[in-house]
């Protein structure tokens, strides 16, 4: 048991040393990684393509790199927003992790992206562990997902600097009760902001969008009361 530990403590201490230097090196040519974690059908694709057309009727430069297991479907949605998108396909791993991100990023990213927003894959577990040299995490949830969810994947909701609630437009349908699940992601990660939002109807676009941009810009980012990623890996 101890081995495995250890070995995976190895791996997660050298993931955050690329993990720094993607930081720096992206911080170097003024651009500001924004990582979002969440479940399969969360609708962060959709939320996602929203906040990349309103950056480009803003004229802001940035661009996403998508990840999943399999297919480019969400890419190819993506792509409608006319920023650049890259797909990427992990071949099985459940998470992206820094060097991997760096490697994709090298020869495509545009000079002058202000954002890079990283879908990372559908899954509250193994991306939760990974630092991608990011400046905002963001953690998003539906509404049909359970006000419990914070609760059930403590380490996801614990580290973010955001939590976003998607497809509030069916949150009365399907009898969502938002007070309990501010309360369950306040015990997780005190002090954490909670936005509300829908793709449908539009709530909310935009806001994802200004907390990057304040992020970049340097303004306090919220600061989670949990240690590093790596952290959760030394007991």
């Known amino acids: ?26 911080a170097a040519r003024g651009a500001t990684v924004v990582n979002l974690l969440s479940s399969p059908g969360s609708g962060k694709t959709a939320l996602l393509e929203l906040e990349l057309s309103t ?4 004229g802001l430069t940035v661009a996403a790199l998508t990840a999943d297991l399999a297919t480019e479907n969400d890419a190819v949605r993506l792509a409608r ?8 396909l992990t071949d099985g791993l459940c998470h992206l992790e820094a060097r991997m991100l760096a490697g994709h990023l090298d020869g495509w990213l545009p000079e002058a ?3 890079l927003f990283v879908e990372n894959v559908g899954n509250l577990v193994c991306p939760a562990s990974y630092d991608l040299g990011e400046s905002l995490r963001v953690v998003l949830a539906s509404v049909t997902e359970g006000e419990d969810k914070p609760l ?11 939590v976003v609630v998607t497809k509030t437009d069916i949150a009365r349908a399907v009898g969502f009760d938002e007070a309990a699940f501010r309360a369950n992601v306040a015990q997780v990660n005190p002090g954490v902001e909670v936005l509300l939002t829908s793709a449908r109807r ?15 810009d340097g303004a306090e980012v919220h600061r989670p009361v949990m240690a590093v990623p790596s952290a959760h890996h030394h007991s």
């Open 81 to 88: 927003s006319g920023a650049p998108v890259k797909q990427v």
């Open 55 to 58: 950056a480009r009727q803003r």
């Open 1 to 26: 048991m101890c081995r495995v530990v250890d070995l995976q403590q190895s791996v997660l201490a050298k993931n955050d040393e690329y993990a720094q230097r993607l930081r720096a090196d992206m």
């Open 113 to 115: 992206t202000r954002l």
């Open 202 to 216: 539009g709530q909310g676009v935009g806001a994802l969008l200004d907390r990057a941009l304040a992020a970049g």
């Open 152 to 162: 059930k994947y403590p380490t996801a909701f614990g580290l973010a600097h955001l």
